[in-house]
């Protein structure tokens, strides 16, 4: 018995170990299109806000370029693993301070248009720059350290 089980993952293993790696790349080129996809609709989204402008489509647009700009560090990192690239915290680095930097675009344009609360928004535009901060320090300290892992 023992016998027969080593023949079958003999057999079995290594097709699954030959196709598995083409269909995570058939898996991974779906994704890339599909953010492709999203960043377009986005942007078309955000054109028509342009065509329809009000007051309250600008926090609105420059959500959504911002937004764009996350999708696209996303698309760059889905791009690294479909081209076997060694993984890197950057991109989502940078997707955190995008993503904080919009919060406080946002929180600054709600205060500005009176419609949110005086303290709340000082709290959360506090909240975002911290992170902001943190993640750029943070980024420092990763680089460095990639650096002297290279040396």
Same mark, same amino acid.
């Given at each position: 018995? +023992? +016998?027969i089980?080593? +023949?079958?993952? *003999?057999?079995v293993?290594p097709?699954?170990y030959?196709y &598995? ?9 779906? =994704? ?8 377009? #609709? ?9 065509? %329809?402008?009000?007051?309250?489509s ?23 693993? /479909? ?13 955190g ?5 919009? *919060? ?9 248009? *009176?419609?949110?609360d005086w303290?709340? *928004?000082? /709290?959360?535009?506090t =909240?975002?720059?911290?992170? =902001? #901060?943190l993640? =750029?320090?943070? &980024?420092?300290v %990763? ?7 290279? +040396?």
């Amino acid at each position: 018995m +023992e +016998e027969i089980r080593v +023949e079958k993952r *003999g057999v079995v293993f290594p097709w699954v170990y030959k196709y &598995l790696p083409h269909l995570d790349d058939i898996i991974l080129v779906a =994704v890339a299109f599909g953010i492709i996809a999203a960043a377009v #609709l986005l942007l078309f989204e955000a054109a028509s806000d342009f065509v %329809y402008l009000s007051d309250h489509s600008i926090p609105h647009i420059i959500s959504d370029l911002m937004f764009v700009l996350i999708i696209m560090e996303l698309f760059r990192q889905v791009m690294r693993q /479909i081209n076997r690239q060694a993984f890197s915290l950057n991109p989502f680095i940078y997707i955190g301070v995008i993503a904080s930097i919009r *919060g406080l675009l946002l929180t600054q344009m709600s205060l500005g248009l *009176g419609e949110a609360d005086w303290q709340t *928004g000082v /709290i959360q535009l506090t =909240v975002h720059a911290v992170i =902001v #901060l943190l993640l =750029v320090i943070g &980024l420092l300290v %990763y680089s460095k350290v990639q650096t002297k892992a290279t +040396e």
